[in-house]
């Protein structure tokens, strides 16, 4: 049975590549108590995010956790799926073992209610996809913003965008239901493009882990190298580097939030046709707080600029590789020198 030191979380996933990856962590990590996980379309459509997510789980071990589908599509457009990136199943073409599991028969949105209501202490929710399970339910159900703690959300950028020059995908696919979260008030950490990108391994640990006889290890290894495949050329990942870990790197922020450093700042999401839609405006002027028009008055978010990577790194590996492959003691290296040291 878990201490009661634990940080109970929901993740709220749209599981491709690096969501598999950040719940793989949430899992393996002592610090973190994973009460349900909720999925949205995004990377791929949402009956695959839930195979993807019931896979993911049978693999930790964490059958257990209860899983529900969600919204199939954002508020107001058409979905604009990524699997050209994450590959046609979202998870590299990974095929995992069966896993003979089921999601929920209520919906995401009711599960996430009901987690949060009953929850004997306020939830930190960690939204790793577009936000629209997580908007309708700030929508229909407002009184659950007392126990929630913190939402830290993998979506967003100070500066240049993923899904156009821009806007990062997560935001670019629900403008509008981003919009609805960064204006609802709930204290909110944005961990967006900049230090996701930090946070990297090499071609010689990813290596070690798809050489490893361990099958999570094996899992994440073939990951990482997908991603090292499609966006290892990305200059916003450190040179000595293969791979992100992406949106593993906010679970890392849950459980490590020393190593992030954050500015607080007004954030108000681009929701017009222009090529800026999706766009995060990140109000970082400094001196009084700038004078806006009536009705754009916000909270402030905890914006993440920039993150000790090396150290999410090895929180990362030494969490995920924590007694694989025991019989030869062998442990693949957490000292590449990707990230600030």
């Not at 604009?80 to 599991?101: E, K, S, T, Y």
Request: glycine share 10%.
């Amino acid at each position: 049975m878990r201490q009661s030191t634990t940080k109970p979380v929901i993740l709220d996933v749209d599981t491709g590549v690096d969501d598999a990856l950040a719940l793989m962590l949430a899992v393996a990590h002592p610090r973190l108590d994973l009460r349900a996980v909720t999925c949205v379309g995004g990377n791929v459509p949402l009956d695959q995010v839930v195979e993807n997510t019931l896979g993911i789980l049978k693999l930790m071990g964490a059958d257990a956790v209860p899983v529900a589908a969600g919204m199939s599509a954002p508020l107001l457009e058409p979905p604009q799926h990524a699997d050209d990136f994450h590959g046609r199943n979202g998870i590299a073409d990974v095929v995992l073992a069966p896993h003979g599991l089921e999601p929920t028969r209520e919906h995401a949105v009711e599960l996430l209610r009901r987690t949060i209501e009953h929850s004997g202490e306020p939830l930190t929710l960690v939204t790793l996809a577009p936000m629209t399970n997580i908007a309708v339910l700030l929508r229909m159900y407002p009184e659950v913003l007392r126990n929630v703690e913190r939402i830290v959300c993998m979506g967003g950028a100070i500066g240049l965008g993923n899904a156009t020059a821009a806007a990062e995908f997560n935001i670019f696919h629900d403008p509008e239901a981003a919009e609805v979260v960064f204006r609802s008030g709930v204290p909110i950490t944005m961990y967006g493009l900049e230090p996701f990108y930090r946070v990297a391994v090499d071609e010689s640990t990813i290596t070690r882990l798809i050489d490893s006889h361990a099958p999570v290890a094996q899992v994440a290894g073939r990951l990482l190298q997908h991603s090292a495949r499609m966006g290892g050329d990305d200059e916003r990942i450190p040179a000595e580097a293969a791979a992100c870990i992406g949106d593993a790197g906010a679970v890392c922020a849950v459980i490590d939030p020393d190593a992030l450093v954050t500015r607080a700042a007004p954030v108000q999401v681009v929701l017009d046709g222009t090529v800026a839609r999706g766009q995060t405006l990140v109000d970082f002027r400094t001196g009084p707080e700038p004078e806006r028009p009536v009705g754009i008055q916000r909270g402030l978010v905890d914006v993440v600029f920039d993150v000790d990577g090396a150290r999410y790194r090895r929180l990362f590996l030494e969490t995920l590789v924590a007694g694989w492959d025991q019989a030869t003691g062998s442990v693949p290296s957490t000292g590449s020198g990707t990230g600030r040291e």
